[in-house]
């Protein structure tokens, strides 16, 4: 059994790595040759801790097993991250354990990687601004990733708190981007692409607020109850998500589809758009939202290709399962 330790993923695997997995896996999804399983979330009566796991398995390239963990409101308070998690990989033809792999900034990672492929297949060609809604740990992974797909002139952000902007200002800086921190009305007069990746449980963002044309990745929705935007938007939009069973149940489409606002049956998978079976965009003043809710196939993806990338940098340590 092979242990790719947290502490090696940094060095070992990019945003771009992560990008093609997920955009394999997507792809594979859409397909029908791999399938997410039911997720497990409970709360478990200790430390306040939410605790559970995403597994599926993806018949193209036989990723089998599943990412255990959660959610630990008081680690901060002892110098570790709130979000903890570890991939378990097993080989599809034995069942044995084949990899335990680190998955904290896997999961920033992987979740960075659906939005960017959304924004690559989605947005305008001629997309020039960037509006950020949210600035926690998740944040800055988004606007990496966001930045490499477009040539964008300009980062706009609005957060609760606005001195947490900074974090996205740095980012911004990184790469030479100005960044300006604004009002919502002026976010979605000016974003060309906006990305939502908050824990809010009410809307932020108003179906009033965003142009014509404008491309959304909602993020930050990933349980029942949360929400990012009105529900209005969606079914002023071209809604697509990562997985329909979890856009209509846990992700952002829960609430237009609960209000009779859309159909389950209009929301597209990505996947479809990557493999060519769905034109993606229709035209320059099409909205398109996708409702990226986050599926345990990524981690499975990204996991598999950090095991591969240490076997062949010699970094993968062996132990005995
Ligand atoms: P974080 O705790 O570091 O940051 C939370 C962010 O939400 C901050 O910007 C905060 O200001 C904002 N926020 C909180 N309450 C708000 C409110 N009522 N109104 C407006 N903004 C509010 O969290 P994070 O790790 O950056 O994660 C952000 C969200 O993304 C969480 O909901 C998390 O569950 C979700 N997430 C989704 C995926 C996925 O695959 N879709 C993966 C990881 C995390």
């Known amino acids: 059994m092979i242990v790719v330790p947290e502490r090696e993923i940094a060095g070992l695997i990019s945003a771009a790595d992560c990008f093609t997995a997920v955009e394999q896996v997507f792809a594979s999804m859409a397909q029908k040759s791999a399938y997410n399983f039911p997720v497990i979330r409970e709360a478990i009566g200790h430390a306040d801790a939410l605790y559970g796991f995403k597994s599926g398995f993806d ?11 959660g959610f630990w409101p008081n680690n901060a308070a002892k110098g570790l991250t709130n979000h903890q998690s570890t991939i378990f990989l097993f080989d599809a033809d034995t069942g044995r354990c084949h990899a335990v792999v680190g998955g904290n900034l896997l999961t920033a990672l992987r979740t960075a990687a659906a939005s960017a492929i959304s924004i690559r297949y989605l947005a305008r060609q001629d997309a ?5 809604i949210g600035a926690g740990h998740q944040s800055k992974f988004q606007l990496r990733a966001a930045l490499d797909q477009r040539a964008f002139g300009k980062v706009v952000g609005w957060n609760l708190h606005p001195e947490a902007l900074d974090r996205l200002a740095a980012v911004a800086e990184e790469r030479d981007i100005p960044f300006e921190a604004v009002d919502l009305d002026r976010l979605g007069a000016e974003a060309d692409v906006i990305i939502t990746i908050t824990s809010s449980f009410a809307p932020i963002l108003k179906a009033a607020q965003v142009r014509p044309g ?3 990745a909602c993020m930050g929705t990933d349980t029942r109850g949360k929400q990012e935007v009105e529900a209005g938007l969606l079914a002023a939009a071209t809604v697509f998500t990562d997985e329909i069973a979890q856009s209509v149940t846990i992700g952002e489409a829960q609430h237009a589809v609960a209000q009779g606002l859309i159909p389950a049956g209009d929301i597209i998978e990505i996947g479809a758009v990557i493999n060519g079976t769905h034109p993606g965009r229709s ?5 398109t939202l996708f409702d990226g809710t986050g599926v345990g196939l990524q981690d499975l ?16 340590v062996e132990v005995d399962a």
Do not use: F, P, Q, Y
Not at 128 to 132: E, H, I
Not at 283 to 287: D, N, S, V
């Open 59 to 69: 018949r193209e390239s036989l990723a089998l097993g599943l990412k255990s963990g």
């Open 128 to 132: 020039k601004v960037l509006g950020m």
């Open 214 to 216: 404008t491309h959304l």
């Open 283 to 287: 035209g320059a003043e099409e909205i």
């Open 301 to 316: 993806a990204v996991a598999s290709s950090a095991v591969d990338l240490a076997i062949s940098k010699g970094l993968a």
